[in-house]
C-alpha cells in the first residue's frame, strides 16, 4: 500500500506503535551477507578459545596484530595510542584513546569471557572397576545431565613447582582422544528416573572416564591409573603432585556447526559470553583504524558465572586501579572521570523459546533475529541483586542504536519471580559508571551447546561499534 492510501489509523499506529522489527525484514541482501561473513570468524575464534585463558590468548593476538601494545604504569597517554592490560591471563582490559580529555568520561564495554565447564578437582586421579577417572567440581551454574555421555576435551594448565606452565589441550583435534562422563542405561535407570532433575544427578557422580589399560603386566596395585600418570610424564613430564597446582577442566569437544538448513543460527560451546566478548574486542579494534572522541576501554573479566569473584573478576580492584592510574599519568581527576564514564555491559540475555513459552512473558522477552538485547535490570524478586539502569541513559543508548541503524529489542530474563540472574554491570555501576546491559539472545544457555542467531551476533557488533564511535 501506498503512502498516499493509508487511512489515518494506519498511519497513526505507524507512528505511535513501537515494534520490533526482524533482522531479515530490515537489512538488505548485502547486509545479511556480511553478518554472515562475520559470523564464520566468530566461529573460528569460539573452536580456538574455550576457556578464558584461551580466550584472553586470542584476543591478545588479534589485538598485537592490530598494533595495540601491552599497558605501562606510569606512563602518559595520548590521543590514538591503544593498549591492553592482560591480567594473569584470565581477564584483559583494553584501552584506545580518544580525543577528550579523560575527565569527559569513557566508553566501557565489559564481557566475561568465563563459561560454565567441569573443573577437576585437585587430588583427581583415581582407578576403581577396572577404569581409570578424575574427580570434578563443576563450575558455574550447570543442569548436571547435560553434561554425561557427551564427548569432553580436556583444557588447561599445569604448573610445576620451578615455576614451569604446561599447557594442556586434549581432545579438539579429530585426532585426540576426548574424555567421557558416563550415566545409566535405561534398563537400570528406573530410581534415577523418579528422582528430580535436580537430584538424579549429582556433582559427586559427574567422575570422567580417562582410561583402562594397565601399566605393563608388573603386579602391582592400581596399574591403570599408573598408565595414566605415566602417559602425563611422557607427555608433560609431570607427576600427580602436579595436578594439585594445575588448572584443568572439561569442556565440550564439539565444533562451533551452523544449525539449520538456513544457517542461519549458530551452535557452539561457551557463547555465554564469548559472543559478546569477540563482538566487544573486535569493535575495539575497528574503533582503533579511526580516532575516537571519547577513550574506550573494553573488558573481558574471569569468573563472572560465579560470582565476578577473585582478582580477575569484575569484582577486584584490578580494573579501577588501572583506570585511576590511567586518569593520574594524564593529570584528571578520577572521581570525575568515573562519574562521567557511560558502560555497556555486554552479556547474554536468554532468547524466547516456543517449546517453553511458560516461563517467558512474551511481550518482554527477546527473539531470535530480532536484534541486540538492551536489558535495563537483571536480578531477581523485586529487583534484588541488580544495576537498573536509569531511563535517561536507557535513552540516550536508544539514540545511538537508532542513529547506527543497529537493530535492539528492549526485553527482560524471563517471567517475574520465575528465576533470575546476573551480570557484571552492578560491579561497574558501584564505581560510579552508568551501565546497561546488551547482548545477544541465547537458546539453552549454560548448556554444552548453545545457539545463538547469526544477525544478533552481528547487530551486537554493530551495536559496540556505534558505542565506541559516539560523538
Ligand atoms: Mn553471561
Ligand atoms: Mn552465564
Keep these: 500500500m501506498s503512502k498516499e492510501n493509508k487511512t489515518k489509523a494506519e498511519a497513526q499506529k505507524e507512528k505511535l506503535f513501537a515494534e520490533n522489527k ?25 573452536n580456538e578459545a574455550k576457556t578464558e585463558r584461551e580466550s584472553v590468548d586470542k584476543a591478545v593476538e588479534m589485538l598485537k596484530k592490530a598494533g595495540f601494545t601491552p599497558f605501562e604504569y606510569g606512563k602518559k597517554y595520548s590521543t590514538g595510542d591503544k593498549v591492553y592490560l592482560n591480567n594473569r591471563g584470565k581477564a584483559l582490559y583494553i584501552t584506545v584513546f580518544g580525543k577528550k580529555n579523560l575527565e569527559e568520561g569513557l566508553n566501557i564495554a565489559a564481557a566475561h569471557n568465563d563459561s560454565p565447564r567441569i573443573d577437576l578437582k585437585q587430588c583427581p586421579l583415581y582407578e576403581d572397576g577396572g577404569m581409570a ?83 605393563g603386566d608388573e603386579k602391582i596395585s592400581e596399574k591403570i591409573k599408573l598408565n595414566v600418570l605415566a602417559l602425563l610424564n611422557e607427555k608433560y613430564g609431570t607427576t ?38 569477540y563482538p566487544i574486542v573486535t569493535a575495539a579494534i575497528e574503533v582503533a583504524k579511526t580516532v575516537p572522541e571519547y577513550t574506550c576501554v573494553t573488558i573481558l573479566a574471569d569468573k563472572e558465572e560465579i560470582g565476578s569473584e577473585g582478582n580477575t573478576g569484575m569484582q577486584s580492584f584490578a580494573f579501577e586501579n588501572m583506570l585511576v592510574e590511567m586518569a593520574e599519568n594524564a593529570k584528571v581527576n578520577p572521581r570525575k572521570m568515573f562519574e562521567n564514564s557511560k558502560c555497556l555491559s555486554a552479556d547474554v540475555n536468554s532468547c524466547y523459546d516456543p517449546t517453553y513459552p511458560e ?113
Excluded at 594439585?244 to 561457551?270: H, Q, T
Design 22 to 46: 526482524n533482522a531479515y525484514e530490515v537489512c538488505n541482501d548485502a547486509e545479511i551477507k556480511k553478518a554472515y561473513k562475520y559470523c564464520e570468524s566468530y566461529k573460528k575464534f569460539m
Design 133 to 215: 577417572l578424575f574427580k570434578t567440581h563443576y563450575y558455574g551454574g550447570i543442569k548436571k545431565y547435560q553434561w554425561v555421555t557427551v564427548p569432553l576435551a580436556l583444557h588447561g594448565v599445569i604448573v610445576k613447582e620451578n615455576g614451569e606452565v604446561i599447557n594442556v589441550c586434549i581432545g579438539e583435534d579429530e585426532n585426540d582422544p576426548v574424555f567421557y562422563i558416563t550415566d545409566l542405561l535405561p534398563h537400570l535407570g528406573k530410581d534415577q528416573e523418579a528422582k528430580t532433575l535436580g537430584k538424579a544427578f549429582t556433582g559427586e557422580q559427574l567422575n570422567v572416564l580417562v582410561g583402562s589399560k594397565p601399566y
Design 240 to 277: 600427580e603432585a602436579d595436578l594439585v597446582s594445575s588448572e584443568l577442566c572439561l569442556v565440550p569437544a564439539a565444533k562451533a556447526r551452523d544449525i539449520g538448513f538456513d544457517r542461519s543460527i549458530i551452535g557452539a560451546y561457551g557463547h555465554d559470553d564469548r559472543v559478546c566478548a
Design 359 to 471: 516461563v517467558y512473558e512474551a511481550r518482554n522477552s527477546a527473539f531470535l533475529n530480532k536484534g541486540v538485547a538492551v536489558t535495563k535490570f537483571t536480578g531477581a524478586r523485586g529487583k534484588s541483586s541488580t544495576n537498573d539502569a536509569h531511563a535517561e541513559y536507557v535513552g540516550l543508548v536508544r539514540k545511538i542504536f537508532n542513529e547506527n541503524k543497529v537493530l535492539w529489542q528492549a526485553c527482560e530474563l524471563g517471567k517475574v519471580d520465575i528465576g533470575g540472574g546476573g551480570t557484571v554491570a552492578m560491579y561497574l555501576a558501584k564505581l560510579n559508571i552508568d551501565v546497561i546491559d546488551v547482548g545477544v539472545p541465547v537458546l539453552s544457555m549454560h548448556a554444552p551447546y548453545e545457539a545463538v542467531s547469526k544477525t544478533d551476533v552481528y547487530m551486537t557488533y554493530k551495536a559496540f561499534c556505534a558505542f565506541f564511535e559516539r560523538k
